[in-house]
């Protein structure tokens, strides 16, 4: 079973410095039918002005991932960690007891355009941390990355929560599969581009909740697709 849901009815900001798209429900934007799935819990598709940003402020109990699609993201946080993340990396910060941080866009004459991702822990009360890895084109082209999972393996960041998260950029035809386990359940969020979802078109800003299927195949209809799919357990 697969279940759409379109970039055109996820909730909407936009006060000057900050265009924000929710996929589920997220500040002002509240809709009981979309508070997440699984363990996902927010993907907000972001574009900040130039020079602009988030102001300190605080988290507890979550895994926070930052994605950036286009420009140059920079955060600091009460750990004492400063960094710039640019396309290509994946960030994680694990709120847990609690953590401050700010994001800014770190250019004065370009946009900054984002995924912000939270996936709630397996368990509350975890050291706050951080992690940040690139990933380079050609580990994602054409084949799906594992940029993050519970283990760290094949050089993915950890995430706290049995999820196993992918990252792929396809051209015009190319396609990958992936197969589910009965236990498990699947997001698929397309970042940039246009494919097809075993057989059904999504865009750019589109998701889809998987599940019972034995097999998916992506296949991009466009060059430059981008699309991020995360598989995780039924259960917390």
């Given at each position: 079973m697969i279940t759409i849901r379109s970039t055109h009815d996820r909730g909407a900001v936009n006060i000057g410095w900050l265009d924000s798209r929710h996929t589920f429900s997220f500040g002002s934007y509240s809709d009981p039918n979309h508070m997440g799935f699984a363990t996902l819990r927010v993907i907000n598709e972001d574009k900040v002005a130039p020079g602009q940003g988030f102001q300190t402020h605080s988290h507890r109990d979550m895994e926070i991932v930052t994605y950036v699609l286009d420009g140059a993201l920079e955060h600091k946080d009460s750990l004492g960690t400063s960094s710039i993340i640019r396309p290509g990396d994946v960030q994680r910060m694990t709120a847990g007891t609690g953590i401050t941080h700010s994001e800014f866009n770190s250019s004065k004459?370009?946009?900054v355009h984002l995924l912000q991702i939270w996936i709630l822990p397996d368990?509350?009360?975890l050291e706050p941390g951080y992690e940040q890895k690139n990933f380079p084109q050609?580990?994602?082209?054409?084949?799906?990355c594992l940029v993050g999972s519970r283990d760290g393996r094949e050089g993915s960041i950890v995430i706290?929560?049995?999820?196993?998260?992918y990252s792929t950029s396809l051209q015009f035809g190319e396609r990958v599969s992936h197969t589910l386990a009965t236990d498990r359940m699947i997001w698929v969020q397309v970042a940039s581009g246009t494919i097809q979802l075993n057989g059904q078109?999504?865009?750019?800003?589109?998701?889809?909740?998987?599940?019972?299927?034995?097999l998916i195949t992506l296949e991009a209809t466009t060059n430059d697709s981008e699309v991020l799919l995360f598989d995780m357990a039924k259960n917390r």
């Open positions: 004459t370009d946009p368990r509350t009360n050609p580990d994602r082209s054409g084949k799906l706290h929560q049995n999820i196993d998260f078109a999504l865009v750019a800003g589109d998701g889809a909740a998987i599940e019972q299927e034995s």
